[in-house]
């Protein structure tokens, strides 16, 4: 992969597959992750994926907290290694590194008080304030018998089905926008598409916004 003066490189990690969107691709690659993850094991996947693709700069959306721009905790449904690896150096340019919800908060953002919930694997979330970005970890604060992430997340929906996912999912979102005092809630990921009715001034996000997100991440910080 050579640079691009002008082309960022978005990469959306997730649980199940890392995402990536590049210049002059309509498309984004998606690369099978899980358990035996490393970052050493994605940079050469999409190494592989997209051969000789420029760019000039890298935006990550990390599956964990994210502290000063590096990942504060290795991430719960990946293997280890992320918190010490070097991006920078790996990628040959400079790179931005943010919570994944964040970044898909980012962008999906249209004004006012917004939080973002990111129904995939596990949960993400994102409150973005009169565009003040403050990245959240909810997903493992406790409900009902378990956290938040054992109801709304993969694990809750295969456990417990469609049906009872989307009544959980509904309560949860109500409850944390009233937390949060939110205008409106975003509600991405990739199980969000198994969602039906949604609760007033609630909406989908759309698979682009992940990646418009990293690209924002370049024109907010310059």
């Given at each position: 992969?050579?640079?691009?003066?002008?082309?960022?490189?978005?990469?959306?990690?997730?649980?199940?597959?890392?995402?990536?969107?590049?210049?002059?691709?309509?498309?984004?690659?998606?690369?099978?992750?899980?358990?035996?993850?490393?970052?050493?094991?994605?940079?050469?996947?999409?190494?592989?994926?997209?051969g000789d693709c420029k760019?000039?700069?890298?935006?990550?959306?990390?599956?964990?907290?994210?502290?000063?721009?590096?990942?504060?905790?290795?991430?719960?449904?990946?293997?280890?290694?992320?918190?010490?690896?070097?991006?920078?150096?790996?990628?040959?340019?400079?790179?931005?590194?943010?919570?994944?919800?964040?970044?898909?908060?980012?962008?999906?953002?249209?004004?006012?008080?917004?939080?973002?919930?990111?129904?995939?694997?596990?949960?993400?979330?994102?409150?973005?304030?009169?565009?003040?970005?403050?990245?959240?970890?909810?997903?493992?604060?406790?409900?009902?018998?378990?956290?938040?992430?054992?109801?709304?997340?993969?694990?809750?929906?295969?456990?417990?089905?469609?049906?009872?996912?989307?009544?959980?999912?509904?309560?949860?979102?109500?409850?944390?926008?009233?937390?949060?005092?939110?205008?409106?809630?975003v509600l991405g990921g990739?199980?969000?598409?198994?969602?039906?009715?949604?609760?007033?001034?609630?909406?989908?996000?759309?698979?682009?916004?992940?990646?418009?997100?990293?690209?924002?991440?370049?024109?907010?910080?310059?």
């Open positions: 992969m050579n640079k691009n003066s002008n082309s960022v490189m978005v990469i959306d990690i997730g649980g199940t597959n890392v995402k990536v969107l590049a210049n002059g691709r309509k498309e984004a690659v998606k690369i099978p992750s899980g358990a035996t993850m490393t970052p050493t094991k994605m940079v050469a996947e999409i190494r592989k994926a997209l760019y000039s700069s890298v935006s990550i959306g990390y599956p964990g907290p994210v502290v000063n721009g590096k990942p504060a905790a290795e991430p719960h449904n990946l293997a280890p290694g992320w918190v010490a690896f070097d991006y920078k150096t790996a990628f040959r340019c400079p790179v931005k590194l943010i919570n994944d919800a964040a970044m898909q908060a980012l962008g999906s953002y249209e004004g006012g008080r917004m939080l973002f919930l990111g129904l995939g694997t596990g949960l993400g979330s994102a409150l973005i304030v009169e565009g003040a970005l403050a990245p959240m970890e909810l997903a493992h604060l406790p409900y009902k018998k378990g956290t938040f992430e054992d109801y709304v997340g993969l694990r809750g929906l295969e456990k417990y089905g469609k049906k009872k996912w989307r009544g959980f999912v509904n309560d949860v979102v109500l409850k944390l926008k009233a937390a949060l005092v939110a205008d409106y809630v990739g199980n969000a598409k198994s969602l039906k009715e949604l609760p007033p001034n609630v909406r989908l996000g759309e698979n682009a916004n992940a990646f418009r997100g990293g690209t924002r991440l370049w024109e907010e910080k310059k």
